[in-house]
């Protein structure tokens, strides 16, 4: 059964702490995987990582796939507290075009 | 751009009775899902539509629920008739085309509340 885990289930930290993400995967035929960013609303994307793009960076987040361990970090340097949410990973299976979830990480961040 | 757009954003209904849920994808989206999402859990596929056609729904409990996208665009889920345990966010996504590795972005969500 194809399935996504992510670690750890919640973790609350202090402003300007760094903190680190875990997703590792283990599903049939993998395409790509997606981290996402939930709040009280819609999931927002932050990024797509594939085979050809195993490293992103946006600002104070960063997230690199390992395709040998078959997972991901995403890392959050100089929290703030609007970075409080639900992150979620997602991985994208090549054949059926199905996305599969992780159960998300809850990060709190405390001022 | 405009969003993926859902409505209503919250529904209360007591067991039994029917319930609809709408999306208005991106313009130009050509791939819809349906998720739910439970709380303190990932969100879990329903239906994938494809244009109009429903592609993957595998995961979509047929003795109840029912999905449509009549001409490719908009989208309606609903359930009938529903229980305590669908209780759920129902979420609305689309995205471009998946040849293109495009990620999904989604709507808002219905909170569904049934008593």
């Known amino acids: 059964e194809d399935k996504v885990v992510q670690s750890p289930l919640s973790l609350v930290v202090h402003e300007g702490d760094t903190v680190t993400l875990n997703c590792s995967y283990e599903?049939?035929?993998?395409?790509?995987l997606l981290w996402y960013k939930q709040e009280k609303k819609a999931p927002t994307f932050l990024f797509m990582l594939?085979?050809?793009?195993i490293e992103k960076k946006s600002g104070r987040l960063s997230s690199i796939l390992d395709k040998k361990e078959l997972s991901s970090i995403l890392n959050i340097t100089a929290t703030q507290t609007g970075d409080s949410a639900i992150y979620l990973c997602?991985?994208?299976?090549?054949?059926?075009?199905?996305?599969?979830f992780g159960a998300g990480t809850i990060l709190r961040v405390k001022s | 751009e405009a969003g993926v757009v859902q409505s209503p954003r919250y529904k209360i209904i007591e067991k039994k009775q029917p319930v609809a849920f709408w999306c208005n994808p991106i313009?130009?989206?050509?791939?819809l899902y349906w998720y739910r999402q439970n709380l303190g859990q990932g969100p879990e596929l329903l239906i994938r539509?494809?244009?109009?056609?429903?592609?993957?729904d595998s995961q979509l409990p047929k003795d109840r629920f029912s999905a449509e996208r009549l001409k490719g665009v908009d989208s309606t889920l609903k359930i009938q008739p529903a229980e305590l345990g669908d209780s759920a966010v129902y979420l609305c996504?689309?995205?471009?085309?998946?040849?293109?590795?495009?990620?999904?972005?989604f709507g808002n969500g219905t909170r569904l509340t049934v008593t």
């Open positions: 996504a689309s995205s471009l085309d998946l040849i293109d590795n495009s990620p999904l972005h």
């Open positions: 997602a991985v994208f299976m090549e054949y059926g075009n199905k996305l599969v």
């Open positions: 313009s130009g989206h050509n791939t």
């Open positions: 594939t085979s050809s793009g």
């Open positions: 539509y494809e244009n109009e056609e429903a592609v993957d």
């Open positions: 599903v049939t035929n993998f395409r790509s």
